[in-house]
C-alpha cells in the first residue's frame, strides 16, 4: 500500500478464508523489546489493511512497565470500526521455535 510516496507494509500478511468471504491477517515482527512505536505500527497497518487480526509479535517479553500502561488504557490496542478488533501481543521463543502462549496480551487469541 503507497501514500503520499512512502509504501506502508507490515512484515507478513496472510488471510482466512470462509464461504462468503476473504479477510486480511497483519503481521509485525520485531527483534527488539516491544514499545509504544511498535505497538502503534502494528496498529496502523491493522487499520489500512482493514485486517480482521492483528499480531505484534518479539522475542521478548512485554515489558511489566508497557503492561501496566496497556492495563490502565487497553482501548490503544484496538482498532477498526465498526467491528472493533485488538492487536495481540505475543512472544516467539527463539529456543523452541514457538510462540508462549501464558505470554499473549491481552489474551490468547486462540482461547
Avoid: C
Avoid at 527483534?31 to 505500527?41: D, P, T
Avoid at 505484534?56 to 511489566?64: A, Q, R, T, V
Avoid at 485488538?86 to 529456543?95: A, K, P, S, T
Amino acid at each position: 500500500m503507497a501514500f503520499l510516496s512512502r509504501r506502508f507494509a507490515p512484515d507478513l500478511t496472510g488471510y482466512v478464508k470462509d464461504e462468503e468471504r476473504i479477510e486480511l491477517i497483519s503481521i509485525e515482527v520485531k527483534r527488539k523489546e516491544v514499545g509504544f512505536s511498535e505497538i502503534f505500527q502494528a496498529k496502523g497497518y491493522a487499520e489500512l489493511l482493514r485486517a480482521k487480526f492483528a499480531f505484534l509479535i518479539s522475542h521478548k517479553p512485554l515489558s511489566p512497565t508497557i503492561r501496566q500502561f496497556l492495563r490502565e488504557r487497553e482501548a490503544l490496542l484496538y482498532y477498526g470500526y465498526p467491528n472493533v478488533k485488538v492487536v495481540y501481543i505475543g512472544r516467539f521463543n527463539l529456543e523452541t521455535k514457538s510462540m508462549v502462549d501464558e505470554d499473549w496480551y491481552p489474551k490468547s487469541p486462540f482461547s
